[in-house]
């Protein structure tokens, strides 16, 4: 078994009362890599992304982290394993602190155990101030999550994946509501994830995902229509035709 392929689907097929939503994808993620879903809506992204997770079922196929079958098991399983997907909003606890926030998510690290002891939660503390810096909220660490701009929201949510330490990060539309500034600022916050973790950064923005620099895959009605680099999916007419020119 190759490292190289921590993630694997393969031929999943996901039906939903006979309309498949996934259909026959196969697809690689090595560790510490960037993987760029895009495609049109309702091309299967999401549910994509369920399906690694364990929220929704594969009718056939199978898919593989570190060689070993997931497809059965229940979310909470999968996530101890070291998949995280960005949580859903309201993500953030908007009573607490941001740093604390940060805090609460290192201690669902997969050790959850080591939590219940005094260095576990030390370990957790100096986890969340290291993703503090690494999200660009040092200067909010005591601010309330509930007073950030959504902007900070959402990077605070996207902290709270890094801090679990999780393998394999799943982040679905993490630009959801943002401007250009802030969309670049969140390309530069994911950059610095990749090799530590393998990144699949699920989005509809072309400028966002050309500032991603990774791997590019584009679904289209449930199965993997194109990959390779941004400027090959960009010059090829299929694409365009389906997607990118409509995106434009
Ligand atoms: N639980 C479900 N039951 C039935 N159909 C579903 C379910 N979830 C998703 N679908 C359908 O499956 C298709 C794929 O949906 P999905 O949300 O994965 O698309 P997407 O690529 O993420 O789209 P978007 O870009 O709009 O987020 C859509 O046609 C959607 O309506
Ligand atoms: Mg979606």
């Given at each position: ?239 365009a035709a389906i997607y990118l020119g409509r995106a434009k």
């Amino acid at each position: 078994m190759s490292e190289a392929a921590m993630l694997r689907l393969e031929q999943v097929t996901v039906d939903f009362d006979g309309f498949k939503a996934i259909n026959d994808l196969s697809l690689t993620i090595p560790s510490g890599s960037m993987t760029v879903v895009i495609g049109p809506n309702g091309a299967g992204k999401s549910t994509m992304c369920d399906t690694i997770i364990g929220r929704v079922r594969p009718t056939a196929g199978r898919v593989l982290f570190h060689g070993e079958e997931i497809q059965r098991l229940a979310e909470h399983r999968i996530v101890g394993r070291g998949i995280c997907r960005k949580f859903q909003t309201p993500g953030v606890l908007i009573g607490l602190s941001v740093i604390d926030n940060l805090a609460i998510a290192a201690m669902r690290d997969r050790r959850w155990w080591r939590s219940f002891t005094r260095a576990g939660e030390e370990e957790a503390r100096a986890k969340a101030e290291a993703v503090l810096e690494q999200v660009g909220l040092a200067d909010r660490r005591d601010a309330l999550a509930g007073n950030l701009s959504h902007g900070e929201k959402q990077w605070l949510e996207i902290g709270m994946v890094v801090a679990t330490d999780a393998e394999l990060l799943l982040l679905d539309e993490p630009t959801a509501g943002m401007g250009a500034a802030e969309s670049s600022q969140t390309a530069q916050i994911i950059r610095t994830l990749v090799g530590r973790h393998a990144v699949l950064v699920i989005d509809h923005d072309i400028d966002f995902v050309s500032q991603l620099e990774g791997h590019v895959v584009v679904l289209h009605q449930g199965a993997l229509l194109r990959e390779g680099t941004l400027d090959e999916i960009r010059r090829d007419e299929e694409v365009a035709a389906i997607y990118l020119g409509r995106a434009k």
